[in-house]
């Protein structure tokens, strides 16, 4: 966390922040049970559940804080911004239970509502109240609000029929294991025991886009855009793209308290999150060292047994655990030349095509939108600059032919309104995730158009709500080459990679090595570019914990079965 002189908001709400127990690097014992590089918020998670389990786990994080692009900075004094990641839905229950997270200050904040300012000067505001959503609705299409009734209960069935695959480990289709072509046939059975339609609609979104689908139930403008703005985050497609269906179907996967599509901030953002992460990898024993940046890792004989740091100190541990993106796992951490040439293939082609940036702004006062006057509570959710399908798209023109967008989509959210420590009293801080920035710029360089961009974004936001540029204190703009030196995300794309069905499930990161495992024994993967992918959602490191302990189990029994034949 930024230093300053006043206190951070994550040790104002809970006592402490999570202490660095940093291993003596003197001392002769620098052996663990595992090591996990990247304390981001996979990493957290997996070395929590192996500290839980018993072993003795070291996290190493290079960066002077933890949780990777999770995390909160206070870079102006009171202003606390959201750098990188802002939300949080796709949590999985589970690790919230499993890792007693309440118990260390686990506070999700529900974030009520969607506002969609319309370029004409009129908006979508959609909150709890069904039928207030209703009529809100119908003040735009009459014919929409019956729609948006049979376009959740269809879509709702695909999610019920979806959302077991986020917490199973993909069943190796390339494998003769007689447990893995079990697990294959469970999952064939699951899908044709589906109702027709369902089955339909789900291929339709796995594989179709979202404009497609959309336009199937809606015939106004604001609802089609506002629906169709969760299916480009993050993913270089438009919405009249193939493979927009399947980003809109993942985002609409996350839930708050039970709820499919509702998401939540939590208190002092997701660098609280993290940080509630961190004490609870240490209560359950696990070690977290800062500004400890792994170099690479050690193997003999074909498997690895430890790492070492860019300092030259080793650690060393027969389990290692990477919470990198698959380039840096695969490429970077150990030589290529360790292993198969088609892995080496595949992740030389795996896609990361970073295509989005974070513009934040700390803020004298809420910006006034003219058709609400003074009002201002439509800013506790989110904020929609995508008032078209047309808008997205245009949006995506730019980018496909390497520049930003000239009017880009904005997903902007005021979260002092939320949480109010996030910002002196009367201030604000807003938090803008815009798409489209690609990673790659025809002929010029994000170093060059870096402020440009921020006027393209502000300009922006302007143009709906008049007078924003008064407002504005301070802003930080960060682009996909801030994301990947800052957080060394490759390419700055937040999913670790890019969510296209080539790269999903039995695929990710690599066709036959979806099971967290590496070809080099011992050394395993749990970062977002594994199943099933990004978002802070912690089922990577829970689901690759999951395999490493059951890895061990079987080679323990595997030794004692030796032992008592005398072997």
């Not at 077991?164 to 046939?185: K, R, T, W």
């Not at 710029?441 to 936001?461: I, M, P």
Request: charged share 25%; hydrophobic share 40%.
């Amino acid at each position: 966390m930024a230093k300053s002189k006043s206190a951070s908001p994550a040790a104002s709400s809970n006592g402490t922040d999570p202490a660095t127990n940093l291993p003596d690097r003197r001392a002769a014992d620098r052996t663990y049970d595992a090591i996990v590089i990247g304390a981001g918020h996979n990493g957290l998670v997996n070395g929590a559940y192996l500290a839980k389990n018993g072993l003795r786990t070291l996290i190493l994080e290079r960066r002077h804080l933890v949780g990777g692009a999770a995390i909160t900075e206070e870079l102006r004094p009171g202003f606390w911004f959201t750098t990188f990641s802002y939300a949080l839905s796709l949590l999985r229950p589970e690790i919230i239970h499993d890792l007693e997270l309440t118990k260390h200050g686990f506070m999700p904040l529900l974030m009520p509502s969607t506002f969609a300012p319309m370029e004409n000067g009129d908006y979508l505001l959609l909150g709890q109240d069904h039928g207030a959503n209703q009529r809100e609705i119908a003040r735009h299409s009459p014919h929409d609000a019956d729609a948006y009734e049979a376009f959740n209960h269809d879509v709702l069935r695909v999610l019920r029929a979806i959302k077991p695959l986020l917490d199973q480990v993909p069943p190796d289709i390339f494998s003769d294991d007689p447990e893995e072509l079990v697990a294959l046939a469970a999952l064939g059975s699951r899908f044709r025991s589906l109702d027709r339609k369902v089955l339909h609609d789900a291929v339709r979104l796995l594989t179709g886009s979202a404009a497609d689908f959309l336009d199937d139930y809606f015939e106004s403008d604001i609802i089609k855009g506002f629906l169709a703005s969760a299916s480009i985050i993050g993913t270089k497609v438009g919405p009249y793209s193939q493979g927009s269906g399947l980003v809109l179907l993942y985002h609409m996967l996350g839930e708050h308290d039970g709820e499919f599509g509702a998401w939540a901030f939590h208190k002092q953002g997701n660098g609280g999150f993290t940080k509630v992460l961190a004490r609870a990898a240490q209560a359950f024993g696990a070690e977290i060292a800062l500004e400890s940046p792994v170099e690479r890792v050690i193997t003999r004989d074909g498997r690895a047994t430890g790492v070492a740091l860019a300092d030259g100190t080793e650690f060393h541990a027969p389990v290692v655990v990477s919470a990198l993106d698959p380039r840096r796992t695969f490429l970077e951490l150990v030589d290529p030349r360790e292993l198969p040439t088609d892995l080496v293939d595949a992740i030389e082609r795996f896609r990361f095509q970073g295509t989005s940036a974070k513009v934040n702004f700390a803020l004298d006062g809420a910006p006034r939108f003219p058709a609400l006057g003074d009002r201002t509570d439509q800013y506790r959710g989110f904020t929609n600059i995508g008032p078209s399908m047309e808008y997205l798209e245009r949006a995506y023109d730019d980018a496909k032919y390497g520049w930003y967008s000239k009017r880009p989509y904005i997903d902007a959210a005021i979260q002092s309104t939320i949480d109010p420590d996030m910002a002196p009293p009367g201030k604000h801080v807003m938090s803008c995730f815009i798409q489209y920035a690609p990673y790659h710029l025809k002929g010029s360089d994000w170093d060059t158009e870096k402020e440009r961009f921020g006027d393209t974004v502000q300009a922006t936001l302007e143009s709906f709500f008049p007078g924003f540029g008064d407002l504005v204190l301070q802003r930080e703009i960060r682009t996909p080459l801030d994301i990947e030196r800052t957080v060394g995300l490759s390419e700055g794309n937040i999913f670790a990679g890019e969510f296209l069905a080539p790269q999903m499930f039995f695929f990710r990161p690599a066709p036959g090595w979806s099971q967290y495992r590496t070809p080099i024994e011992g050394y395993y993967q749990c970062g977002s570019g594994t199943h099933p992918g990004g978002c802070v959602m912690g089922a990577p490191g829970k689901l690759a914990a999951g395999q490493i302990l059951r890895d061990r189990a079987r080679r323990g029994a595997a030794a004692e079965t030796k032992a008592a034949v005398g072997v």
